[in-house]
């Protein structure tokens, strides 16, 4: 009986925790009309340093005096491109705007899972007016315009010490297994990255071909066709492919310091590591760091035989607020908030136009056009031409954030996109990349069985000490004792 | 039914809480163990587990990591457990206080320092597998310390004087009387020290820098890569698997034995 009631009560207490949860809930959605769940990277938006305030306060009272109601914005963060992803589908409408990148863009589409924007031009007015060319092309092309609008971009490639690593050492994926960099590398600890890595060395000689034969002065390779070529290669999942990525991978797991996410901008500064496969964001962040605290320069490179463009864009799930949403895109798509962001995180907006380029012409990564090295770096692909010139800065340090921020016509030409993976190709990859972080087994089990060895030469000698073999002989006048 | 507020009721907020959230999540975990993606029933998870190089790789480097760091602690645990409780020295609580204080501070935060002491030291970039048996002896040091220190301590001294008087040397007094009388100690020690050195991924990817990947990891793979199945698989059979090593060395007895178990710690 009194068994029957502690349950009852167990229950009961349950049922409570469940029902008050459920309440929440549904004062949340009561609110619904006025409240903007975002969901975010970590580390991915400006903060006044003044004033603490992040740029979503700001929204908020900016909203807030323009059409005069109070709103919530519910800001959260997450780490990974997947962990978002499943919180969407176990928990459909939690967020009314996300920020993934590229490929989980295009799988989140493909599963229809995503609401359209309204046209540009109302919903997005700020987007519409300065937004890169090249973002809007980019994305025109690809048929994700509707879907999303592009908040940061940038390229994959290796953030190198110059006291230690040539530019020609680090400008190719060759790199990760140099042996002469052994223990000064890192690899991703994310899969989809170091797959494409994988990729870059299993390729390298059939990517630096076509490369050469795309730079060189009389190629016969057109621009398109080196797009082609390059996107249907990096994005190769074939049995074989996999096969020589998991080669390569565990040669480069074998060079490598360490597997990272965030530590390697650190590790890089204090000279623990060289070589830093990175995110072109994080690049920037890791030469500002070193630059101010530990007086270490630090470069960027892209490997030559081509790269990743990546971008993370705003997108609305299925049964989003899309009017607080919009509006929230929009405000941070103001040439002034996006000025804001990338200060404070170190990656590149999509966002062009005047007051950005002036913003880069002045900033400490440029210098001015009688410097004695300045070189002219041309960025009239990504802001269109500024006041009828074209958008030209100078720049007296190559390789560093400035052509990590915003990398020349050049550089982009050899860079592509990353397509998703469905389900099936996914557990493939996933494996191998388990299998590469696994090592190697039978150093385990050569492990296990010396210690099988030493485990029962100490039963013996444990069982012969308990004969008394090792005990001394006993004394006159004394009986031993077992 | 009457229902009358007796001593018995008080375990019931305590009852909901494991109702709530251990029983509950287990059965979460089974219903992911034996599905698969789409939800339909299987055991494939389990198959997987032992035809899969990457799980029979991290079982592999679990176990060994475990034993090999288990075997250090209860080498370099018992002389000083020992010394602590059987010398008589007056100072000896305040000695094992030394002994727990690290234990005080969040063990990340004093991994990280031995992070950047081992890279002094220029240790970091050597053998990842040696830098995480070091950091697993070290956080656990005092989970074999603690319950062979109780253990000792409560030693009744004449039995040691009876095996001395009656002519047995000290190796032989030490094997045939102390160690026997020690054993729940040992075996509790054992248990606290190998078992979470199984899953303490935090250490590996510290010190190891993630260049070894041992269960606990695999299985944060496998939930991140969104293979929940083979994730709450894993987790089910390590689970099985410490139930039986409990079940091995006795911890399931409710007897006197058990009483030294964890005793001083919890």
Redesign the interface.
């Known amino acids: 009986m009194k068994k029957t009631v502690c349950l009852l009560l167990a229950a009961l207490l349950a049922g409570a925790c469940f029902s008050t949860l459920a309440a929440c809930k549904k004062d949340a959605t009561e609110y619904g009309e006025l409240t903007l769940r975002i969901c975010n990277w970590e580390d991915y938006i400006s903060e006044d340093e003044e004033t603490g305030k992040t740029l979503v306060e700001e929204f908020e009272e900016w909203y807030e005096n323009e059409n005069n109601v109070d709103i919530k914005v519910e800001y959260s963060t997450f780490g990974t491109n997947e962990i978002l992803y499943n919180n969407l589908k176990i928990n459909p409408g939690i967020y009314d705007l996300v920020c993934p990148s590229d490929y989980m863009i295009q799988k989140m589409m493909s599963e229809n899972m995503l609401e359209k924007f309204g046209n540009l031009e109302e919903s997005v007015p700020n987007y519409e007016e300065y937004g890169s060319p090249y973002m809007k092309n980019l994305f025109e092309t690809n048929g994700w315009e509707e879907y999303a609008v592009p908040y940061m971009w940038g390229t994959m490639g290796y953030v190198y010490n110059p006291e230690f690593v040539e530019y020609d050492e680090a400008a190719t994926w060759k790199a990760a297994i140099n042996e002469k960099f052994k223990n000064k590398t890192t690899l991703k600890d994310s899969v989809r990255d170091t797959y494409f890595l994988g990729v870059g060395l299993a390729k390298t000689d059939v990517l630096g071909r076509m490369s050469g034969d795309y730079y060189a002065e009389n190629g016969t390779l057109s621009s398109a066709d080196y797009q082609t070529f390059l996107r249907d290669a990096f994005n190769d999942t074939t049995e074989e492919t996999v096969e020589k990525v998991e080669k390569m991978l565990k040669q480069a797991k074998a060079n490598a310091f360490s597997l990272e996410v965030d530590e390697g901008k650190n590790d890089m500064a204090t000279g623990k590591v060289w070589l830093n496969f990175a995110w072109s964001g994080d690049a920037v962040f890791a030469m500002d760091e070193a630059e101010e605290n530990s007086d270490t320069v630090l470069c960027y490179a892209v490997p030559l035989e081509g790269s990743n463009i990546w971008y993370d864009g705003w997108v609305m799930p299925k049964g989003a607020n899309k009017k607080l949403a919009e509006a929230f895109v929009n405000f941070v798509s103001s040439p002034e908030n996006a000025c804001k962001n990338m200060d404070f995180i170190g990656y590149t907006s999509a966002i062009g136009g005047e007051e950005v380029f002036n913003r880069i012409k002045n900033s400490d990564y440029a210098c001015e056009i009688d410097d004695e090295d300045a070189e002219e770096i041309d960025l009239t692909y990504f802001f269109g031409e500024i006041n009828g010139a074209p958008a030209i800065v100078y720049c007296n340090d190559p390789n560093r954030q400035l052509t990590a921020q915003y990398p020349s016509e050049e550089i982009t030409a050899r860079c592509t996109v990353m397509e998703y993976f469905d389900d099936e190709t996914n557990d493939r990859i996933n494996s191998m990349w388990n299998r590469v972080k696994a090592g190697n087994v039978w150093l385990y089990v050569i492990i296990i069985s010396a210690i099988a060895v030493v485990a029962a030469a100490a039963v013996v000698i444990i069982i012969l000490a308990k004969k008394g073999v090792f005990a001394k002989k006993v004394k006159k006048g004394f009986t031993k004792i077992n | 039914?009457k229902?009358r507020f007796s001593r018995?009721?008080l375990?019931?907020?305590y009852?909901?809480f494991l109702?709530?959230f251990v029983i509950a999540p287990i059965i979460i975990m089974l219903y992911y163990a034996f599905t698969d993606?789409n939800g339909a029933f299987t055991v494939m998870n389990f198959g997987r587990i032992f035809s899969?190089?990457?799980?029979?790789?991290?079982i592999?480097?679990s176990?060994?990591v475990a034993?090999?760091t288990t075997v250090i602690c209860l080498l370099l645990g018992y002389p000083v457990a020992y010394i602590l409780a059987r010398s008589g020295l007056k100072r000896a609580p305040t000695l094992l206080i030394l002994f727990i204080t690290p234990m005080w501070i969040n063990f990340v935060l004093r991994l990280n320092a031995l992070k950047e002491f081992f890279?002094l030291i220029n240790l970091?970039?050597k053998s990842p597998y040696l830098n995480t048996v070091i950091g697993m002896v070290y956080d656990f040091l005092p989970f074999m310390i603690l319950p062979l220190y109780t253990t000792l301590i409560k030693m009744d001294n004449s039995l040691v004087e009876a095996s001395q008087d009656?002519?047995?040397?000290k190796?032989?007094t030490f094997?045939?009387v102390i160690l026997p009388l020690s054993m729940p100690g040992i075996i509790s020690g054992i248990t606290m020290v190998f078992m979470p050195t199984m899953t303490n991924y935090v250490i590996s990817d510290i010190l190891g820098?993630?260049?070894?990947?041992i269960l606990g990891?695999?299985i944060e793979?496998?939930f991140?890569?969104?293979?929940w199945n083979m994730g709450a698989a894993i987790s089910m059979f390590l689970l099985s698997a410490m139930f039986v090593f409990t079940w091995l060395t006795g911890g399931f007895k409710s007897d006197s034995e058990g009483v030294a178990r964890g005793s001083g710690l919890w």
Do not use: F
């Open positions: 039914m229902l018995k009721h375990c019931i907020p009852a909901a109702a709530l993606r899969d190089v990457s799980t029979i790789s991290a592999l480097t176990v060994s034993i090999i890279s970091l970039d009656l002519g047995a040397n190796v032989t094997i045939n820098r993630s260049q070894i990947t990891k695999l793979n496998h991140m890569q969104n293979n």
